[in-house]
């Protein structure tokens, strides 16, 4: 069985940073061989991408809602996965969501390419 698990949300204002962590577990899981991706979503809208990055962490990918905000990086010694979110914006509001992709080792953005998934973490950014 695959856990992920992932922490530091909460409520912060607009133009704040959050650190998001994400930990991975489990017995038929190999966290280096696995690409990682974070996705959000908001009330009333459908889950979307975030960024991804690669199994070795040298290929990242963002969407351009966050290109230049986000930060994508993972320290496999410890089986963690980060989104750092700088220049918080209101609208980045959502639940987010890590997501392990142990199929591919090149960076994902399709939802539809990670297999596990965490419970979510909330973060709210006020105006």
């Known amino acids: 069985q695959v856990q992920l698990v992932e922490s530091g949300g909460g409520l912060v204002q607009a133009g704040d940073s959050l650190r998001l962590s994400c930990a991975a577990s489990?017995?038929?899981?190999?966290?280096?061989?696995?690409?990682m991706g974070w996705f959000r979503q908001a009330p009333g809208k459908e889950r979307e991408f975030v960024a991804a990055i690669s199994s070795s962490g040298g290929s990242t990918y963002y969407a351009d809602s966050v290109k230049g905000r986000f930060t994508i990086s993972r320290d496999n010694a410890k089986n963690t996965v980060y989104l750092q979110m700088n220049s918080l914006k209101p609208e980045d509001t959502a639940v987010y969501y890590c997501a392990a992709s142990p199929r591919y080792n090149a960076v994902r953005y399709a939802s539809s390419d990670y297999l596990y998934w965490g419970q979510g973490t909330q973060v709210t950014v006020s105006s």
């Open positions: 489990g017995r038929t899981f190999t966290f280096s061989r696995s690409t």
